[in-house]
T-cell receptor
Framework: DTAVSQTPKYLVTQMGNDKSIKCEQN?????MYWYKQDSKKFLKIMFS???????INETVPNRFSPKSPDKAHLNLHINSLELGDSAVYFC?????????????FGSGTRLTVV | AQKITQTQPGMFVQEKEAVTLDCTYD???????LFWYKQPSSGEMIFLIY??????QNATEGRYSLNFQKARKSANLVISASQLGDSAMYFC???????????FGKGTKLSVIP
């Protein structure tokens, strides 16, 4: 009955590979997000979808592509992985009125590129 | 872009003592919310406490409370009777009524000493 679930939890892969991280929420929230947390613990937003529509698209390499097949799912696909992509990636969801409700986070995916 | 300042990169506190973690923010929205999240070494992001800009009272949740000073745009987190399990990163995140996202401060790493 996990509210926001991300898979996989750990991902170790070689440079140049393509990988995907999946996220699903069962809270009925309309908006989902991807954040990247670097080695200094800084959390930076990457993308946000509201009801399957992209509403936030921060400056990230176009090797990163989000996909939202429905409002309960938001996946992140990364092409041609680089060493600098190593980080923890968090999925989150929120209901309307984020300033009232905040986020529910997934448990994070630790990506290590070797 | 919203500016959030957490001035203490790292703090130490003796077990059972109280500790205050600072957060100041810059928003032009008259209505906003202020969230604090905890990230233990296991990595998950845990919601701790919320303060609305129009709330008359400072928010409290168990051992957590906010020292909210609206005119100074500060919302410091107070943890009373610190426990070893409070050792973690703590993030402050404001969101204006017009926001589509939470923007996080750089965090404070709290270490509780036995």
């Amino acid at each position: 009955d996990t509210a926001v679930s991300q898979t996989p939890k750990y991902l170790v892969t070689q440079m140049g590979n393509d990988k995907s991280i999946k996220c699903e929420q069962n809270l009925g929230h309309d908006t989902m997000y991807w954040y990247k947390q670097d080695s200094k613990k800084f959390l930076k937003i990457m993308f946000s979808y509201n009801n399957k529509e992209l509403i936030i698209n921060e400056t990230v390499p176009n090797r990163f592509s989000p996909k939202s097949p429905d409002k309960a799912h938001l996946n992140l696909h990364i092409n041609s992985l680089e060493l600098g992509d190593s980080a923890v990636y968090f999925c989150a969801s929120s209901q309307a009125g984020i300033y009232l409700y905040g986020y529910t986070f997934g448990s994070g995916t630790r990506l290590t590129v070797v | 872009a919203q500016k959030i300042t957490q001035t203490q990169p790292g703090m130490f506190v003796q077990e059972k003592e109280a500790v205050t973690l600072d957060c100041t923010y810059d928003t032009s929205d008259p209505s906003y919310g202020l969230f604090w999240y905890k990230q233990p070494s296991s990595g998950e992001m845990i919601f701790l406490i919320y303060q609305g800009s129009y709330d008359q009272q400072n928010a409290t949740e168990g051992r957590y409370s906010l020292n909210f000073q609206k005119a100074r745009k500060s919302a410091n987190l107070v943890i009373s009777a610190s426990q070893l399990g409070d050792s973690a990163m703590y993030f402050c995140a404001p969101a204006g009524a017009g926001s589509y996202q939470l923007t996080f401060g750089k965090g404070t790493k709290l270490s509780v000493i036995p």
